[in-house]
């Protein structure tokens, strides 16, 4: 389980930033190591979806798109990500049009428990309550008009806690939210919520939405009804009071409160850049992403193109860019240096497209890592002809063939690998071994890899291409596959095949694995790899490039 961290700024507090009329700010402090949680697993969500949602004019609310998908759906689609097996949704304004529009969805995988809150227009508190005889397990607790990542989720539900009491995730980036007045403030010292309300004064955080609690919750907002204060903050409050409310600091985490028009474009470009990955480089960072998110955006809001769609389009595109090499010459080399690196491109919108739009799929993950191949391996192959054909020196030649021929074999290893650890058909899954590490060598490996990348190979190869030079990519990208690519996929194939090969080997009858200074019975290891690989499946190793 992960525990809360003090980070320094926290220690430090924000009191510093506070000026003019701005609140002061007291600084939010972690309560450390909490004691172990003596609730149950949590795989229940409360979501509710009750309200009309006046000021964004476009029927219930929880059915608005934000990027092609209706907000309770995303909402749903990511808590799935997060574990959540079942969630009890409270439905009230228009309750059976949301029901009907939800259902029709084929996308949603986890199990809907519908609710019905006849006193919709009545605060929100009245909601939680609708849950009340439903609910007796602990259960995560969100907002249909909110989005947030995963791993926010993730971290309430590992965060140990007490049965009785709640979890709050909290940001303290308060510059940065849209719309303070509305928000929901929080005061927090020492881990513990003291204060919540939107008409704080004083505060050092704002409510997320999200929350993990068990049925107290439901009491507590029972206690606050009858003094006739019917939010959920103010049961939150009523709980703070007993002493039975926390926080966890999810600062950073992407999250957002969809109210208003100007909120959808907001939650936009949160979700667009929410589909960056941490692994991009420069070119893909600054080049190719702001032009592929955008091409994705267009599409998840006007179109129903799917993934699979596009790994077809940026496939025929890489064969085009091979036929155009193989034509030679500078006009042919130079449109095949275009058309690869708009390959690129197009190859990150599938991905894109299957995280926004919640269409991703281990057969989409093996379509778009077998498409890459093919497209890379027909450009190098059409490179080698037009070499040969525009009659250039033969070091190009041979330095192609060796590059095509390594190139080969190291797909095919890495192909096995991923059949062989029954991983997600993304080469994202494959760990070299020099991804971490302080020595001067993994620096190089880890160096020496991103050139060989397919952001960076791709735009290398166009501007080789516009000084009439594409040619000498054969030799970098031969010297790169055979030092590099074929040492390093070798490497890991054989690793994963040794480990393999150790779990069938019977100790006392039963078969086990070596991890760190131990033996553990591979069942057990296997049983455990299947449920992480389950938990990942729709997050990081799911991106579908």
Known sequence: MAFPQVSDAQLQGLDADASGD????????????????????????????????????????PLHAVLGVP???????????????????????????????????????????????????????????AARDAIQEPFVLVMADHIFDPKIVSRLIETPRAADEVL?????????????DDATKVQVNAGSIERISKSLADYNAVDTGLFVAGPSLFDAVHRACMDDRKTLSAGVQTLAEDGKAAVIDVTG?????????????????KLLDSARKPTDGPISRYLNRPLSTALSRLVVK??????????????IVGLAAGFAAALGGYIGFLVAGIL????????????????????????????????????????????VIG??????????????????????????????YLIRRRRAGSLLAVRYGYETGDGW??????????????????????????????????????????????????????????????????????????????????AQLATEAAVARDRSAQSEVSERR
């Open 22 to 61: 701005q609140p002061t700010l007291s600084p939010i402090v972690s309560a450390g190591v909490r004691p172990v949680s003596d609730a149950p697993a949590v795989t229940t969500a409360l979501i509710l979806a009750a309200g009309q949602g006046s000021r964004l004019n476009h029927g219930p609310k």
């Open 168 to 180: 709050l995730a909290v940001d303290r980036r308060l510059e940065q939210i849209a719309d303070i």
């Open 302 to 315: 006007h179109t129903d193109l799917t993934p699979n769609h596009f790994t077809l389009v940026h496939l």
């Open 340 to 383: 690869f690196h708009a390959a690129s491109i197009l190859d990150g919108c599938d991905g894109e497209i299957a995280t926004l739009s919640f269409k991703s799929s281990p057969r989409g993950q093996w379509l778009d890592t077998a498409a890459d191949g093919v497209s890379f391996l027909a450009f190098l192959l059409g490179l």
């Open 71 to 129: 907000l309770l759906a995303r909402a749903l689609n990511t808590l799935q990500r997060a574990g959540i097996e079942r969630a009890y949704v409270v439905i009230g304004y228009e309750a059976d049009v949301v029901r009907r529009g939800i259902e029709q969805i084929d996308s949603i995988g986890i199990e809907v428990v519908w609710l019905l809150n006849e006193e919709w227009e009545q605060p929100n508190g009245l909601s939680v309550l």
């Open 441 to 522: 060598f993994k620096r190089f490996l880890r160096l020496a890899h991103y050139l060989s990348k397919r952001d960076f190979m791709a735009f290398f190869a166009l501007v080789l291409a516009v000084f009439g030079q594409l040619q000498v990519g054969l030799i970098v990208f031969g010297s790169l596959a055979t030092l590099l690519l074929l040492p390093a996929s070798i490497k890991v194939n054989v690793e994963s095949w040794q480990l393999l090969r150790r779990a069938r080997q019977p100790l006392d009858g039963i078969s086990r694995v070596k991890r760190g200074s131990g033996w553990f019975p591979a």
């Open 387 to 416: 070499v040969y054909r525009s009659d250039l020196a033969p070091i190009y030649f041979y330095f192609g063939v060796v590059g095509l021929a390594v190139a080969s074999i190291v797909l095919v290893n890495l192909y096995i």
């Open 253 to 269: 985490l992407m999250w957002h409160d969809v109210d208003t028009p100007a909120d959808v474009g907001r939650a936009e470009r």
